[in-house]
Structure formats: C-alpha cells, structure tokens
C-alpha cells in the first residue's frame, strides 16, 4: 500500500460539522437535487472543486498583507508580474478577475463566426464563451481517450492524425487556433505528454496557427510529465514549466486553480496578440494593473506561482488522488485511471448501471453521497452538457461524478473516510434511482438547476 504523506504541517483549521442524515436529506431536497446549492454549513467534506479552494501557504498570506492598493502602477502588479515572467517565460501579463474571464476576452479577441477550435477537450465555460463568439469546438482526443479504465499515461493528448485531418477539412483560414487543456479537466484530469505538445506545435507552425494553452492546471500536468515520461525523469519542475509554455503563443488560466484562491490572467510574447486583448481587458475587467482582482489576491497569486515550481506542494493534490483511485480500483468501484489530477473521478454509469443515462446517474450519485456521508462531490456528466438544436439532451461522452482534492486541505484519514463512504455506497447502489428536472435554465444548466427524484 502506497500511504501519501503530508509535506506540510498544519498552522490554521476551520471547523467542520457532521450533520444527521436526515438533515442532510432535507439540505438535498432544499438544493434542487444540485450539488452547487448546497450551503457549506450542511456540508462535511467539501469535493465539489479545486477552484479557490486550494490551501494558501503561510508565504502566500504573509505577502497579502505587503499589497499595494492603487487603480493604477500598484506595486502588487509588478510583482506578479515578474512572477509570470519567469515562471511562464511570457512578457505581456493582462490580468483577469478568473479563468472564464480570459476565456471571455481570447474568445472574443480571436474567435470570427464559422471557425473552428480544434482541443484535447472542452470545458464548460471554454465552450460556451467560444460558441457565443461564433466559434465550433472540435474535440480530437484518442479513440481510447474515454475509456474508463486504461493504463495510458497520457490519455490528454490531441491525436496528431485528427488535427491534420482539421487543417485538411477546414483549411488553415478556418481554424482559429489550437487549444491544449492541461491535466484534461472533463475527461478525468488527464494530462498530455510533452512530445504531445511538440507533435501539435509542429502541425501549428506548418499551418501559420496559433496555439492556446489552458494552463489552469499546469503544475499537476508537469508533475506528470516527470512522473511518466522518461525524458523528463530527472528534469525540475520549473524547466518543464517553462518548456510546455514555450510551445504556446498565448497561455491563458484560472489562478483559483493553478497558484492562488482567486484570479486568472493571459500571457504571450506576442504584442501584436497582447495589443489585440489589451482594450478588451481595460473594458471588461478593468484596468491593466488589477484586472478585477484585489491587491492582496495579486499578491497571493505572485507567491503561488514561484510555489507551483515546488515538487513538494504541486506533488500533494495527485499523491491523494492516487491513493483514493487505486483503493477504489482495488475494491471494485469503477474510478477512471490511471489517476489524474483535480480529483477521483467515479464512472456514474458502471457505479449505477439501472440508472439510465436519461435519467442522470452522474447526478444522482452526487445526490446520493451527499445524504449518505456529508460529503460534497460535483456532477460531471449530462446535466453539465446541453441540449441540442431539437431540444433533446446531448448524452455526456462520459458520466462523472468528481471529488476534488483541493491542493493541501484533506488529511490522509479524510482521504479514508471517502474511500469508505464510496465503497459502502457501491456495495448499496440498488438504493440510488435516476433524477428529472424541475428547473431547466438554458446556459450553464448545471449551475443553478433544479431536479427530483424519477
Ligand atoms: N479552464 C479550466 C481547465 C478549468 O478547469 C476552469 C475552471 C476554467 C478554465 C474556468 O476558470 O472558474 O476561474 O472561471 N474550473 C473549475 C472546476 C470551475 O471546478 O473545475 P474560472
């Protein structure tokens, strides 16, 4: 047994509760049967994201208390500033208040009606603002990108042969760029492989188009890329950083992921492509040295990345997935593998296979282990997709349901208590049925929908 330890000690706690059952049944059924409209104070373990709730270092909150507050030349820009550079190796830093943030600004920048994106994966809110901007996603991941269980090490790569067949279908004017998502949110958090990165610049080149890298999981993927790609055995974290960086001409991420609790920015080499987002940003965010971030986030986020360089803290999220997803594995529950990054991710349709995919079985497991155990995973399977032009439900490639390990916030015995609450549940899944929607919004359902019980 592979035991991960905790490189870090612990100096601040905040309490949890652990509510009866029956109330936490009546919290589900106050939520719509919706993992997002749960309030905390009903939650035990809270798996629903990573996002902004990463744990900060005692450097990171030392440094927000040194913030300079200033509409304009703040000295906290500056020093994030520097940070980017030398961690991202890219000169112009448009900062943003979120991920979704520099989604909304690449998109509109760079993204004419009718033209393609061709990526790993999509993320919801990467498709939407795409889509909204005109654009098509064209997902081109490996025919046994999807599969369940695998020992591919690699399962976020871009099939080379697909994106030549994209440039041959579309021609190179109809293709916007080329977007890489780190550590593959949606499918598992799968990372792609460096050679990967270097196969689809290659094609970018030959086809003057630019290439994108999500990088709102940057640090887990590099971590993988030394773990499981044998050039990089020995490398440091930084230089594989700065490698996989090199490779894009526009890096865009969520900082509540990769560095920090809050913000997101955009970086390139480029001026031409900085002076094509630079008004955009002014306008929807705000001025150039804050981008809709407070001070003290700027600063936190400076620290954070210097901290992502650190095999010692981007080693811990993964270490604790691995260890959940090998003993889930081992005891028959169907967990995607080999693990990933983000979270253990439960294959809902092997879990519940009586519940059909109509009828939501990503949903409802997160229902159902919410009741069973307090603790708070997120659905990542058809109520996070759309409908199609008829109105019918696109079925999710993959029915998920996620339970993230926020960077440095669970202990090894929480980590026991999720493996034991899932088994339990495995071993009585007869007792969980499908769900049906009460309340449908049309953009970004998931977020604030409401459902029943079938
Ligand atoms: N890109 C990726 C790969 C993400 O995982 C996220 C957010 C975003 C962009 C958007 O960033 O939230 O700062 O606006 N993922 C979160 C999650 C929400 O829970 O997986 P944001």
Same mark, same amino acid.
């Given at each position: 047994?592979?035991?991960?330890?905790?490189?870090?000690?612990?100096?601040?706690?905040?309490?949890?509760?652990?509510?009866?059952?029956?109330?936490?049944?009546?919290?589900?059924?106050?939520?719509?049967?919706?993992?997002?409209?749960?309030?905390?104070?009903?939650?035990?373990?809270?798996?629903?994201?990573?996002?902004?709730?990463?744990?900060?270092?005692?450097?990171?909150?030392?440094?927000?208390?040194?913030?300079?507050?200033?509409?304009?030349?703040?000295?906290?820009?500056?020093?994030?500033?520097?940070?980017?550079?030398?961690?991202?190796?890219?000169?112009?830093?448009?900062?943003?208040?979120?991920?979704?943030?520099?989604?909304?600004?690449?998109?509109?920048?760079?993204?004419?009606?009718?033209?393609?994106?061709?990526?790993?994966?999509?993320?919801?809110?990467?498709?939407?603002?795409?889509?909204?901007?005109?654009g098509k996603v064209l997902e081109i991941y490996?025919?046994?990108?999807?599969?369940?269980?695998?020992?591919?090490?690699?399962?976020?790569?871009? &099939?080379?042969?697909? %994106?030549?067949?994209? +440039?041959? *279908? /579309? @021609?190179?004017?109809? !293709?916007?760029?080329?977007?890489?998502? =780190?550590?593959?949110?949606?499918?598992?958090?799968?990372?792609?492989?460096?050679?990967?990165?270097?196969?689809?610049?290659?094609?970018?080149?030959?086809?003057?188009?630019?290439?994108?890298?999500?990088?709102?999981?940057?640090?887990?993927?590099?971590?993988?890329?030394?773990?499981?790609?044998?050039?990089?055995?020995?490398?440091?974290?930084?230089?594989?950083?700065?490698?996989?960086?090199?490779?894009?001409?526009?890096?865009?991420?969520?900082?509540?992921?990769?560095?920090?609790?809050?913000?997101?920015?955009?970086?390139?080499?480029?001026?031409?492509?900085?002076?094509?987002?630079? &008004?955009?940003?002014? %306008?929807?965010?705000? +001025?150039? *040295? /804050? @981008?809709?971030?407070? !001070?003290?986030?700027?600063?936190?986020? =400076?620290?954070?990345?210097?901290?992502?360089?650190?095999?010692?803290?981007?080693?811990?999220?993964?270490?604790?997935?691995?260890?959940?997803?090998?003993?889930?594995?081992?005891?028959?529950?169907?967990?995607?593998?080999?693990?990933?990054?983000?979270?253990?991710?439960i294959d809902a349709m092997g879990f519940l296979?009586?519940?059909?995919?109509?009828?939501?079985?990503?949903?409802?497991?997160?229902?159902?282990?919410?009741?069973?155990?307090?603790?708070?995973?997120?659905?990542?399977?058809?109520?996070?997709?759309?409908?199609?032009?008829?109105?019918?439900?696109?079925?999710?490639?993959?029915?998920?349901?996620? %339970?993230?390990?926020?960077?440095?916030?669970?202990?090894?015995?929480?980590?026991?208590?999720?493996?034991?609450?899932?088994?339990?549940?495995?071993?009585?899944?007869?007792l969980v049925g499908g769900l049906e929607w009460?309340?449908?919004?049309?953009?970004?359902?998931?977020?604030?929908?409401?459902?029943?019980?079938?």
């Amino acid at each position: 047994e592979q035991i991960p330890v905790e490189l870090h000690k612990v100096r601040m706690v905040q309490k949890l509760f652990l509510k009866p059952i029956e109330e936490r049944k009546a919290a589900m059924e106050e939520a719509g049967f919706n993992t997002f409209l749960l309030s905390t104070k009903d939650v035990f373990l809270d798996m629903l994201t990573d996002s902004g709730t990463n744990a900060m270092s005692d450097n990171q909150i030392s440094s927000m208390l040194q913030a300079d507050d200033a509409y304009a030349g703040s000295q906290s820009f500056y020093r994030m500033e520097k940070a980017l550079r030398e961690v991202f190796g890219k000169h112009y830093v448009l900062p943003a208040h979120q991920g979704r943030a520099a989604e909304n600004i690449v998109s509109q920048a760079f993204i004419k009606k009718g033209e393609v994106i061709p990526m790993n994966y999509h993320f919801t809110t990467t498709k939407e603002h795409m889509e909204l901007n005109g654009g098509k996603v064209l997902e081109i991941y490996a025919d046994d990108a999807l599969q369940i269980k695998s020992d591919k090490p690699f399962k976020g790569n871009i &099939d080379i042969d697909k %994106l030549k067949d994209v +440039f041959s *279908t /579309y @021609g190179k004017e109809k !293709v916007a760029f080329v977007r890489m998502e =780190a550590s593959t949110n949606l499918i598992g958090g799968q990372p792609f492989s460096m050679q990967n990165m270097r196969d689809v610049k290659k094609i970018c080149e030959e086809n003057e188009t630019m290439m994108v890298l999500d990088a709102s999981l940057i640090g887990e993927n590099a971590w993988f890329i030394k773990q499981r790609e044998e050039e990089f055995k020995n490398a440091e974290i930084k230089d594989i950083l700065l490698e996989m960086c090199s490779y894009a001409d526009l890096v865009y991420f969520s900082s509540r992921k990769v560095s920090s609790t809050r913000g997101g920015g955009i970086v390139t080499n480029s001026k031409d492509l900085y002076m094509k987002m630079r &008004d955009l940003l002014v %306008l929807y965010e705000g +001025f150039l *040295t /804050y @981008g809709g971030m407070s !001070v003290r986030e700027i600063e936190a986020m =400076a620290v954070g990345l210097n901290e992502t360089c650190d095999e010692t803290v981007i080693s811990q999220s993964p270490s604790f997935i691995a260890y959940a997803v090998n003993e889930l594995d081992a005891a028959g529950v169907p967990v995607i593998t080999p693990p990933g990054a983000l979270g253990c991710h439960i294959d809902a349709m092997g879990f519940l296979p009586h519940v059909p995919q109509t009828d939501y079985p990503a949903g409802a497991l997160a229902t159902a282990l919410f009741i069973i155990s307090g603790i708070r995973g997120m659905e990542r399977g058809t109520i996070s997709s759309v409908r199609d032009e008829n109105g019918d439900d696109i079925p999710a490639d993959v029915e998920l349901l996620r %339970l993230a390990f926020p960077r440095r916030v669970f202990t090894l015995s929480q980590t026991k208590f999720v493996i034991d609450r899932v088994k339990w549940l495995y071993e009585n899944r007869e007792l969980v049925g499908g769900l049906e929607w009460v309340e449908e919004p049309p953009l970004l359902r998931f977020f604030m929908g409401r459902l029943k019980a079938k």
